[in-house]
């Protein structure tokens, strides 16, 4: 596979360095201390721009949400008829029909009984 390169990405609010002296400056204790910021209303945490957004709905990668539904429905069957009825019933009318099919794999009956709605 070819290499790509990325871009470097950005991050914000980068925290500066606080209390590292410079040439010429002293640091005083209460600029090597961050402040803290006194809590503002939930109103005020938004910006206007983002007062009509709504959160963006998570989306899986194409195919996840189908391979779940594959083991899903792998693990589980929801058949109209129980099983061994059903293969009661099947061999009740081959033998109705014909004598020569006597016997059904068990594929052949699990495909039988699901392909019936």
């Known amino acids: 596979m070819a290499r790509t390169k990325h871009p470097a990405s950005r991050t914000r609010n980068h925290p500066k360095p606080t209390g ?3 040439a010429g400056t002293a640091t005083s204790s209460a600029a090597a201390t961050p402040t803290r910021r006194s ?4 109103a005020a945490k938004t910006s ?3 007062a009509g957004r709504q959160k963006k709905k998570y989306r899986h990668r194409p195919g996840t949400v189908a391979l779940r539904e594959i083991r ?4 589980t069957w929801k058949l109209l008829i129980p099983a061994a009825p059903f293969i009661r019933l099947v061999k009740e009318i081959s033998n109705f029909y014909t004598l020569d099919v006597t016997r059904w794999t068990a594929e052949a009956l699990v495909a039988l009984q699901e392909c019936i709605w």
């Open 48 to 50: 206007p721009r983002q």
């Open 39 to 42: 809590p503002r209303s939930p």
């Open 20 to 22: 590292v002296a410079t």
């Open 72 to 75: 899903h429905f792998q693990r």
